[in-house]
């Protein structure tokens, strides 16, 4: 049940739930639609990770889980409706750069699941390599987007233009390179903080979609 599966979830994760509820409530009261708006697509978007593996049949780890919650948080809820993009410069670089090292990550584990799972093989450089450049392209995926809504719609997402654009595709760069030597030093059986035993947990929990086909 989904019900079950969102009790089980960590503490801190429960504390956001409710604070997005809470907020969701007095806004309403309030009067104040654009934070209930807020509110609720953070609430829904954070929820959307338990429905996800429930229905593709993959395991969340807890702090896989909690990270995502906690970049959803903090990009939505208190980036935009509490405007901490402006309130404080470093915001969008910290938020930048784990978004990068988290979608280096994300890359090893589906590159990984790839080659291990068929009947091709890659050096462990390369699987880091393929990781990186999956990370970087999301990134400049993302600025191509910023630009187009700003010219397309007149929104201000790139802020000061080019000098915006640019410091966000080096900080994805270094987030990037993070995550895929992350990846890198878990093939080698050597470790790199926390991020290396984060993968070792979800392929642990995810054992079956990293086997070899016969």
């Given at each position: 049940?989904?019900?079950?599966?969102?009790?089980?979830?960590?503490?801190?994760?429960?504390m956001i739930?409710?604070?997005?509820?809470?907020?969701?409530?007095?806004?309403?009261?309030q009067g104040?639609?654009?934070?209930?708006?807020?509110?609720?697509?953070?609430?829904?978007?954070?929820?959307?990770?338990?429905?996800?593996?429930?229905?593709?049949?993959?395991?969340?780890?807890?702090?896989?889980?909690?990270?995502?919650?906690?970049?959803?948080?903090?990009?939505?809820?208190?980036?935009?409706?509490?405007?901490?993009?402006?309130?404080?410069?470093?915001?969008?670089?910290?938020?930048?750069?784990?978004?990068?090292?988290?979608?280096?990550?994300?890359?090893?584990?589906?590159?990984?699941?790839?080659?291990?799972?068929?009947?091709?093989?890659?050096?462990?450089?390369?699987?880091?390599?393929?990781?990186?450049?999956?990370?970087?392209?999301?990134?400049?995926?993302?600025?191509?987007?910023?630009?187009?809504?700003?010219?397309?719609?007149?929104?201000?997402?790139?802020?000061?233009?080019?000098?915006?654009?640019?410091?966000?595709?080096?900080?994805?760069?270094?987030?990037?390179?993070?995550?895929?030597?992350?990846?890198?030093?878990?093939?080698?059986?050597?470790?790199?903080?926390?991020?290396?035993?984060?993968?070792?947990?979800?392929?642990?929990?995810?054992?079956?979609?990293?086997?070899?086909?016969?």
């Open positions: 049940m989904l019900y079950r599966r969102i009790l089980r979830q960590p503490i801190l994760v429960q739930w409710a604070v997005l509820v809470v907020a969701f409530v007095l806004a309403l009261f104040r639609w654009s934070l209930a708006f807020v509110s609720a697509a953070t609430f829904g978007l954070s929820i959307l990770p338990v429905v996800a593996s429930r229905r593709f049949g993959i395991r969340l780890p807890v702090r896989f889980f909690a990270w995502i919650v906690l970049f959803i948080f903090g990009t939505i809820f208190l980036g935009e409706a509490f405007d901490f993009y402006h309130r404080y410069w470093w915001w969008d670089v910290i938020l930048h750069g784990g978004s990068a090292v988290g979608f280096g990550l994300a890359g090893f584990l589906f590159v990984f699941m790839l080659f291990k799972g068929d009947r091709y093989a890659a050096p462990a450089w390369a699987v880091a390599f393929i990781s990186f450049c999956f990370a970087l392209s999301i990134g400049t995926l993302w600025e191509i987007f910023e630009f187009a809504m700003d010219q397309l719609f007149g929104f201000n997402m790139q802020k000061s233009g080019l000098l915006d654009t640019m410091g966000d595709l080096i900080v994805d760069t270094i987030g990037a390179s993070i995550g895929a030597i992350a990846g890198l030093a878990y093939l080698k059986g050597q470790e790199l903080g926390g991020l290396t035993a984060a993968l070792r947990e979800f392929i642990a929990a995810n054992r079956r979609l990293f086997r070899k086909r016969r």
